[in-house]
């Protein structure tokens, strides 16, 4: 009986996962069409890695900080609430975590005979 309960939680924790899973895919591939859409890209690259301004990706900061940077800094513009709302703000964050780290630069072979 013990068994069939443990048995029972873990496959629940899988599905709730599995769905958390699903559904943070659904936010990231909404803020990607909202970074293109906002043309973030123009600044930070295709994938976060900066040029005409900073890289944001992969991001370490907390949403609460990555929000307070986009709606307050005089480094960009600034984007307010009735531009971009909150929701669409955290759609476009969680598509900047999905960004990959970039490889050292001893794994890019093209560098590696310089």
């Avoid at 048995?7 to 970074?35: K, M, N």
């Avoid at 929000?67 to 307010?80: C, E, G, I, T």
């Amino acid at each position: 009986m013990k068994t069939t309960k443990t048995l029972l939680s873990i496959f629940t924790a899988l599905l709730l996962a599995q769905a958390g899973s699903a559904v943070a895919q659904d936010t990231a591939d909404e803020g990607r069409e909202l970074y293109m859409a906002n043309q973030c890209w123009q600044c930070h690259g295709f994938e976060g890695q900066g040029g005409a301004a900073v890289r944001i990706a992969p991001t370490v900061y907390p949403f609460e900080a990555f929000a307070q940077f986009v709606r307050h800094s005089n480094l960009m513009p600034a984007y307010s609430p009735n531009v971009l709302s909150d929701e669409q703000l955290r759609q476009i964050f969680e598509y900047v975590r999905t960004m990959p780290e970039p490889p050292a630069l001893e794994d890019i072979p093209e560098l590696s005979d310089l």
